[in-house]
């Protein structure tokens, strides 16, 4: 954390760096887009190994100059540590200063087209981290960054179905783009559930959400818990069997969830879902697990909804959490605020909460508690939603049941903090020495690996890393903008060992943000690189 971090990062030592861990194959599985809405000129950022095939570049630079008029590929002194980057996009609705319309709400259609660019060349959004943070007393930013990884599997069409959910309006609302094979679709069977469990909705286009930016537009849902202005519930918590009803009815057409960003900034939150389309569509849908994390409440909760099966899932979950430093008394009990969901854990301390007393960062996650969720699940995570408003953030993960056990590590950014710190859980020592030595010259010599009294809980800790331009103040750079190097050089170290990324969750309160990664790889598959 600083001001302008930026100016303190060696740029032409970081991209030499990068070029070099690329040449050694590290990360050419990766491309990593960047969304800066939240400026005074809109652009679009990608970066990573693939950037170097300009087939690529093309069909990504044909999406992007769709959004708006005068789009230009190029670079200023802002965007450093990235590969690319076109100015003069649009891909929200922007600022609204003498409007109704709500600010940084994406914009189906151009987020589709740029997805589906990707996705003609392979590469599939597996994980979602938002950065940001306050800018003033008032304000703060947010910034999505999609990770996408190449389809090596070849599971996945190019084609992609985008849900963006607008509970912080009235009315609610869900819009949704994509092919219209599946726009169609979605008016049958899908519509009849969501009339189920959020019976006022309406298929209906209007001035704020139009045909020119989505397919579809269903107002008057309820898919969170909303304002709740005049109540002790909490604003904007999900509603677990609603969240569930809408994904599994997805599955049921043929798709998959992939990845879950963020768009928003100030006092505004836009959960989104990113779907891809089966090449081979099963003869059933997996069993699907959805947790929310409910650590900005008294008592701390994790809420569960989904398959069967989670009855049982929950009494794991419990025994899992009860082992865990301040998880002692966790009981499985539902109150009359837990009636969106199946089954509630309470008592839970999953990150460390509010800390109104104490230098400790408020709402950090705890590594210890997120493992023993992710591990005990034994299962894939497919995405990490993030819910919030108000100055709230419920992070959650969906998990699909595969069959196989699965191995989890997590990746918890900490650049609103003196030192910026990126701490690490479930890895093998190993990946830490690839990234040290990367740390040390994409954020400094001052670089170090070392756990304090704040970090104890995680296995590692890397003290004086730089992820983000940090507090740029008076600097005409945006704050908390993040890079993507660092972040590739993550993803190649955990690659090496056969991690892949699962999902971003976001942490954090009021104007506090934490993104984090999880990764995963299949149980007996580590020590790839070793």
Request: aromatic share 10%; net charge negative.
């Amino acid at each position: 954390m600083g001001c302008c971090g930026s100016v303190n990062v060696d740029h032409p030592a970081s991209q030499a760096h990068i070029q070099k861990t690329r040449g050694n194959g590290k990360g050419q599985d990766f491309v990593i887009l960047g969304i800066k809405d939240q400026n005074m000129v809109g652009k679009v950022y990608l970066s990573g190994a693939p950037t170097s095939d300009p087939q690529l570049v093309a069909s990504v630079d044909a999406a992007v100059k769709k959004t708006n008029t005068g789009v230009e590929r190029g670079t200023d002194e802002h965007d450093k540590l990235w590969d690319i980057a076109w100015h003069n996009s649009k891909m929200t609705s922007g600022y609204q200063f003498l409007s109704l319309k709500k600010p940084f709400f994406p914009i189906g259609r151009h987020v589709v087209g740029l997805l589906d660019a990707l996705g003609e060349h392979g590469f599939i959004p597996s994980a979602a981290p938002s950065y940001g943070g306050p800018i003033s007393d008032k304000q703060s930013v947010e910034w999505p960054m999609i990770i996408c990884e190449k389809d090596v599997e070849k599971q996945y069409a190019k084609e992609t179905l985008f849900f963006g959910i607008k509970d912080q309006n009235i009315p609610g609302k869900l819009c949704v783009c994509g092919p219209a094979d599946v726009i169609e679709q979605l008016k049958g069977d899908f519509a009849s559930k969501l009339k189920q469990i959020s019976p006022e909705a309406t298929e209906a286009f209007d001035d704020y959400d139009t045909a020119k930016e989505w397919d579809l537009v269903w107002r008057n849902t309820s898919i969170t818990s909303g304002m709740q202005a005049f109540s002790l519930a909490k604003p904007y918590f999900p509603k677990g069997k609603v969240v569930f009803t809408i994904i599994e009815e997805v599955y049921k057409l043929g798709w998959r969830l992939v990845s879950t960003p963020n768009f928003g900034g100030n006092d505004v939150d836009w959960p989104c879902f990113i779907f891809k389309r089966l090449l081979e569509r099963p003869a059933s849908t997996p069993a699907l697990i959805l947790a929310a994390m409910k650590d900005q409440n008294i008592p701390g909760k994790l809420c569960l909804a989904g398959a069967p099966e989670v009855g049982d899932v929950a009494k794991l979950l419990r025994d899992a959490l009860i082992k865990v430093k301040g998880n002692d008394q966790v009981t499985l009990s539902k109150d009359e605020y837990d009636d969106d969901w199946d089954q509630v854990i309470r008592n839970t301390s999953i990150t460390t909460g509010h800390q109104a007393f104490s230098l400790k960062t408020a709402y950090f996650p705890k590594n210890d508690a997120i493992l023993a969720i992710t591990n005990t699940m034994g299962k894939a995570a497919v995405a990490c939603p993030s819910f919030g408003g108000m100055s709230a953030s419920w992070p959650s993960m969906i998990w699909e049941y595969t069959g196989e056990p699965w191995e989890t590590a997590f990746v918890a950014i900490k650049d609103q903090n003196m030192p910026g710190k990126v701490c690490i859980g479930g890895v093998e020592k190993e990946v830490c020495e690839g990234l040290l030595n990367g740390f040390k010259v994409l954020s400094g010599p001052d670089c170090e690996q070392r756990k304090d009294d704040y970090d104890k809980e995680f296995d590692f800790s890397f003290r004086n890393t730089k992820m983000t331009t940090g507090h740029a103040c008076m600097s005409m750079q945006n704050s908390w903008w993040p890079y993507a190097y660092p972040m590739e050089l993550i993803l190649g170290e955990f690659h090496k060992f056969g991690w892949r990324p699962a999902g971003g969750p976001n942490f954090g309160s009021m104007m506090l943000t934490w993104p984090a990664v999880v990764f995963q790889r299949k149980a007996g598959s580590g020590n790839a690189g070793a």
